[in-house]
């Protein structure tokens, strides 16, 4: 009998890392494709490769055509495919998970569906943006007004820095241009920041929905693991920008934004960070958990191993 038509798929210990990837590729007005193991970016100036291995997103703009091999391969390697608009908006798909155990799912699941759970890891999110001090005590409602006041002052200390002038966060969704420079600088960096953290979150397999700050949304976590960074590389990057009098500010943003990830090594900080948050007692080290091992639940004890038939070979089925 014959096998499967195709690749054999990947396993996990033949794919880099989520913390060893560099960080994402912007593609626009080309055909994606398939050569090997690589991707290929095709237009009227040639043919670029790219190692999908190595990427943490792949994010498809404007005028882009990929083929179901080129998909294949983005989904086996386990980067997060984005598909974005004009200026970088929308968010659509993802690959699976670099990992095949669902440890760190199960731990995001059990704290949030556990009010005490759920504000540990709230406030252990917070305690990253201010380092040295004690949140452990604090509300939720105290947690955000400080996190307001610090934003704001983020905000204050680089338009002073940069020369840009700053009244608020103001922005359309649905009109990129709607607003000033500087606000269309910070749309951009912050699609970039989400689109990073949610590569990470899937490569983890974590679920970008269930998130303890944000809630409501199918990228809750996706902010609450974004805005752990976004005044350490979004917010700088912006005014930069602004202040630079860029003449494609969606562009020279994502660029910035690129080299930010890379310099501080964003996408390992953001796994290791994850991994704390979710599992706190868990060491720094432990791998990502490559076992690709299913097992059947039992509720009156642990978990069995799938595989094999539990019907007693002296008794009738009971169905």
Known sequence: MKGNPGASPTRPRELVRATD?????????????????????????????????????????????????????????GATTVWVG?????????????????????????????RDGRLAVARAMY????????????????????EGARVRRCYREHASRTGVEWS???????????????NQALSAATTCLYGVAHAVIAALGCSPGLGFIHTGHDRSFVYDVA??????????????IAAAGSGDIAGDTRRLVRDAVVREKLLTRCAQDIKSLLLPDAGPEE?????????????????????????????????
């Open 227 to 240: 805005d752990l960074y976004k005044a350490e590389v979004a917010i700088p990057a912006a005014f930069d």
């Open 86 to 114: 004009e200026h970088g908006v929308r968010y659509y798909a993802h690959g699976r998970p670099l990992g095949r155990s669902s440890r760190l799912l199960d731990a995001q699941a059990r704290a949030f569906a556990s």
């Open 21 to 77: 990837r560099i960080s994402f590729i912007y593609l626009e007005r080309c055909t994606i494709h398939r050569d090997g193991n690589a991707l290929t970016a095709t237009d009227d100036r040639g043919v670029v490769h790219i190692p999908t291995a190595a990427v943490g997103a792949v994010l498809l703009g404007p005028g882009t055509r990929v083929t179901h091999q080129a998909m294949l391969l983005i989904g086996e390697s």
């Open 168 to 182: 608020r966060r103001d922005y359309d969704p649905n009109d990129f241009a709607a607003s000033d420079d500087v």
């Open 287 to 319: 791998p990502e958990w490559e076992g690709d091992v299913v097992y059947l639940w039992d509720d009156q004890g642990p978990p069995l191993a799938s595989g094999q038939s539990y019907a007693e070979l002296d008794e009738d089925p009971p169905w």
């Open 127 to 146: 305690a990253i943006r201010f380092p040295g001090e004690d949140t452990s005590k604090l509300t939720m409602q105290q947690l955000r007004g400080r």
